[in-house]
């Protein structure tokens, strides 16, 4: 699922020699977005399902209702929304002509030519551009006074905005810098807007994975053996010893190896990472820092504490050294490396020729106005194409929109790398 989607992306991301990025994996009813920094993926203790917290371990994902799927509807002091709500995959936009009746994310795209009527499945699933205007005829345009080809970039405009928003929530309020990170965009509508958001945020690069509608799938092959166990302690670091908390964590990864050798793993094999939830005394949040293995001495825990202190800036702007910590629990990580599929690099070779790549081009609506745009076939793409914006690439499972004054190219893996808008 989500959490294989980014393990995917991170995974091929990190092939090509980039550490910093931030996964956006859009598909037919939602958008989860995900930060991984130095190579690492955000993971939190502390997460919502349906309104309850829980203090699970998992992958830092923000999810949002937003896809190809996802509904346009006028609220009731006229203002424009999309989402949550989706036509799914059956009926589904208006455009599948499979008795959906609502405007859909999926029929503004069609309707700008970003999506043509065979661009789903290499054609053999045909879309219906009658059907797709109808829709947003009668539920948008219509209601807001406007034109069709307005409300359907109006449409796309709103559900950007609340993605721009979720990628703010992983990056900026967690303290990290849009610019420095590369957005990798997948799923079967990533592709599609991945351009627009990484232009909004100011990121420099955007990279398409070779099959961004099975990357999650990938993932799942790339996953590694993990286990992860607590203990609740709930120290000051006054009442704290090095060898109170050394002898906690020998026990925790002496269960965590038993775990991984009844699972058929060699200790040999095991990585086994510590890490401690720490918090200012009277805080009711904690953060998770690393700390050191191996026998504990109070030098250890210093930096420990020097830990804390640099990752509460980070998070939120400040720190307070003289103020007294609390060690809350004390976490083992035990991980096994797995066998991972690995991408064919491709050598560079002869002159780049995109043209042998090129369908019949149509024309796209970019900036109010429709523009004449060249249409690529994915899969007779190679590494060292360079594409010149505006221009659709078409794929089997997803299409991905490269706009005017924009170049994208094909590296040595096969994946597409967007430039920025206008350099």
């Given at each position: 699922g989500p959490a294989a989607g980014v393990i995917g992306s991170v995974g091929i991301a990190a092939q090509t020699g980039e550490s910093n990025t931030i996964s956006v994996d859009m598909g037919g009813t939602s958008f989860d977005v995900c930060l991984s920094y130095k190579g690492e993926i955000r993971r939190t203790q502390d997460s919502e399902i349906e309104r309850l917290p829980i203090k699970v371990p998992m992958v830092d994902i923000h999810t949002l209702g937003a896809g190809g799927g996802s509904i346009a509807w006028i609220d009731p002091g006229g203002a424009m929304r999309v989402g949550p709500r989706s036509a799914g995959a059956d009926p589904g936009p208006a455009c599948y002509a499979q008795g959906g009746i609502d405007a859909t994310v999926t029929d503004a795209n069609l309707l700008l030519g970003r999506l043509g009527p065979g661009s789903l499945l290499g054609g053999h699933m045909q879309l219906?551009?009658?059907?797709?205007?109808?829709?947003?005829?009668?539920?948008?345009?219509?209601?807001l006074g406007i034109g069709v080809e307005e409300a359907a970039e109006g449409i796309i405009r709103v559900v950007n905005a609340g993605m721009i928003k979720g990628i703010r929530v992983v990056s900026v309020a967690k303290g990290y810098d849009p610019r420095e990170f590369t957005l990798v965009t997948f799923g079967g509508a990533g592709p599609l807007h991945g351009a627009e958001l990484a232009a909004e945020m100011d990121i420099p690069s955007v990279l398409v994975p070779i099959a961004p509608g099975v990357t999650s799938a990938m993932g799942l092959l790339m996953?590694?053996?993990?286990?992860?166990?607590?203990?609740?302690?709930?120290?000051?670091?006054?009442?704290?010893?090095?060898?109170?908390?050394?002898?906690?964590?020998?026990?925790?990864?002496?269960t965590a190896l038993g775990q991984m050798h009844r699972e058929g793993v060699q200790w040999k094999e095991v990585s086994l990472i510590r890490t401690a939830d720490v918090r200012y005394l009277g805080q009711g949040y904690e953060l998770e820092v690393p700390v050191l293995n191996g026998p504990l001495s109070d030098v250890e825990l210093d930096?420990?504490?020097?830990s804390f202190h640099d990752a509460h800036t980070q998070a939120y702007g400040y720190a307070s050294p003289e103020s007294r910590l609390e060690l809350v629990n004390l976490r083992v990580t035990a991980l096994t490396k797995l066998p991972q599929p690995r991408l064919e690099q491709a050598e560079l070779t002869g002159e780049p020729n995109p043209a042998r790549?090129?369908?019949?081009?149509?024309?796209?609506?970019?900036?109010?106005?429709?523009?004449?745009?060249?249409?690529?076939?994915?899969?007779?793409?190679?590494?060292?194409?360079?594409?010149?914006?505006?221009?659709?690439?078409?794929?089997?499972?997803?299409?991905?929109?490269?706009?005017?004054?924009?170049?994208?190219?094909?590296?040595?893996?096969?994946?597409?790398?967007?430039g920025r808008i206008g350099k």
């Open positions: 219906d551009v009658g059907m797709a205007r109808t829709a947003i005829e009668k539920f948008i345009a219509e209601p996953a590694d053996l993990r286990h992860d166990l607590v203990r609740t302690v709930l120290l000051s670091s006054v009442d704290a010893t090095s060898d109170f908390l050394s002898e906690v964590y020998a026990d925790l990864e002496k930096t420990v504490y020097s790549a090129l369908r019949e081009p149509r024309d796209v609506i970019f900036y109010n106005r429709p523009l004449p745009s060249a249409v690529y076939s994915r899969a007779n793409l190679i590494p060292g194409d360079t594409l010149d914006g505006p221009a659709i690439v078409e794929q089997l499972d997803s299409t991905t929109v490269i706009w005017p004054d924009q170049k994208a190219t094909i590296d040595q893996y096969g994946n597409i790398l967007l």
